[in-house]
């Protein structure tokens, strides 16, 4: 399983961005995928997670209402929306795909929130 992140950038505070992560190879056995992020100096956190077929959404506290995650099954993607970005969500973001065995990360995207 390979993951590709893209969309990163700089955006002012308030600003939107949307994420994407690409999957290839064989994606046998994932069940469910996520947006992970780490800020300088902190423990990577969870964002988002959705199962890999979509639904079962779950979000961090300190996403909710502004940011949404979903699945493109026929591209194979996972988008990202973030709206109303605060300067605290500056981070690397990273996407994840979790067989249950095995965890998959990608090489992660940078995300810059000026205030």
């Known amino acids: 399983v390979h993951l590709v992140e893209s969309g990163g950038g700089l955006v002012q505070a308030g600003g939107s961005l949307r994420l994407s992560c690409a999957v290839s190879g064989t994606p046998f056995g994932i069940r469910t995928m996520g947006w992970y992020r780490q800020a300088p100096g902190k423990q990577r956190e969870l964002v988002a997670t959705?199962?890999?077929?979509?639904?079962?959404?779950d979000y961090a506290d300190s996403v909710k209402g502004r940011f949404t995650i979903s699945r493109d099954t026929v591209k194979n993607t996972m988008p990202l929306q973030m709206d109303s970005l605060k300067a605290a969500d500056t981070a690397v973001y990273y996407c994840n795909a979790n067989t249950g065995r095995y965890i998959y990360w990608g090489q992660g995207t940078q995300v810059t929130v000026s205030s």
């Open positions: 959705i199962r890999y077929e979509g639904g079962n959404i």
